[in-house]
């Protein structure tokens, strides 16, 4: 079983907690997440089964989008209300004010990582510092906030959507807020609704996997690797180009034929080689190869430089 499980995430798991289910559920240890949830989040989890664990660190660079809700007033060592209580501040700004604060957010800024998360500082995760009673340095990271609305306003509490870029922690975009208006404020419910193209209309609970799982279903809850790359251009391998392609190595455009590329009028460059192409693809433009049989076999990226394809993923071998 090769590719992508739309899981829906419910409180209480940590995302550990659902690849440990899974396993057990698909009887296979080639399994992983890309894009940690807090415990308290619930949501969409993309979940990498098989071939498809090579891609999790490429899915986890996608665009997020979150409903999350703040209370305004009070302030967390989690930065969410699951931890200690640090602070209580009567909250004195008006609607407009608030409204105001969160959007001069929109575009991006650079957010310290909060220290109780996943991220790794001297090559220990910072949420184990934090339990030991340690705080250290955080160097500040860009984050993109592409937008943000505000769906409901009831002080102290505010319930909103983000969509931003990779790498952005909720929680301290709402600490940040909090610090804005001078009384602090908490996370107190996340539920992420997107992860690249997988929107949390598609998702599944972990029951609906095992059932579908006890009846032979599971292609109903998979996203093919084939679908992942469907918008690349698609390009079929045959007689030495097909060998150098299972084999991971790099191609020719003289052994190919690139999608709307008129081939040469040089004839076959040899045994099972196509016409040799004018690519007109640019530097860096991936393509989606096919081996002889038809199976899907990697994605590659076009090089200028010797008009040549090299292995970005593979996936056979």
Not at 148 to 177: A, E, F, H, N, Q
Not at 232 to 241: M, Q, R, S, W
Not at 252 to 277: E, I
């Amino acid at each position: 079983m090769d590719g992508i499980i739309n899981i829906y995430k419910e409180g209480g798991y940590t995302s550990h907690d659902v690849v440990a289910k899974l396993r057990g559920i698909l009887h296979t240890k080639k399994i992983g997440h890309t894009g940690t949830l807090d415990p308290m989040a619930e949501g969409v989890l993309p979940i990498c089964v098989g071939a498809a664990t090579r891609l999790s660190e490429m899915l986890s660079d996608h665009d997020k989008e979150y409903e999350a809700e703040m209370v305004l007033g009070s302030t967390y060592d989690t930065l969410d209300i699951t931890g200690v209580l640090q602070e209580t501040r009567e909250v004195m700004s008006t609607k407009e004010e608030i409204t105001d604060a969160i959007r001069s957010f929109v575009g991006g800024y650079d957010q310290v990582p909060p220290m109780y998360s996943a991220k790794k500082v001297g090559g220990q995760k910072l949420y184990d510092l934090a339990r030991s009673g340690k705080v250290v340095e955080r160097k500040p990271v860009w984050v993109d906030i592409y937008g943000i609305d505000i769906l409901d306003m009831d002080i102290p509490r505010c319930r909103i959507r983000v969509r931003c870029g990779k790498g952005t922690y909720i929680r301290s975009l709402i600490d940040d807020i909090g610090r804005k208006l001078g009384c602090g404020a908490a996370m107190s419910a996340l539920t992420r609704t997107r992860s690249g193209d997988l929107a949390i209309d598609s998702a599944h609970r972990l029951a609906e996997v095992e059932r579908a799982a006890a009846e032979g279903r599971l292609s109903d809850f998979t996203v093919s690797l084939e679908s992942l790359f469907s918008g690349l251009p698609k390009i079929d391998a045959d007689g030495a180009a097909n060998k150098l392609l299972l084999n991971g190595n790099v191609l020719s455009a003289a052994m190919l034929k690139l999608p709307g590329s008129p081939a040469s009028n040089s004839g076959t460059d040899g045994p099972g080689m196509k016409n040799a192409p004018s690519p007109a693809a640019e530097e860096g433009a991936r393509f989606r190869m096919y081996d002889s049989s038809g199976r899907f076999a990697a994605v590659y990226e076009y090089k200028t430089a010797g008009n040549i394809f090299k292995p970005y993923k593979m996936f056979l071998n």
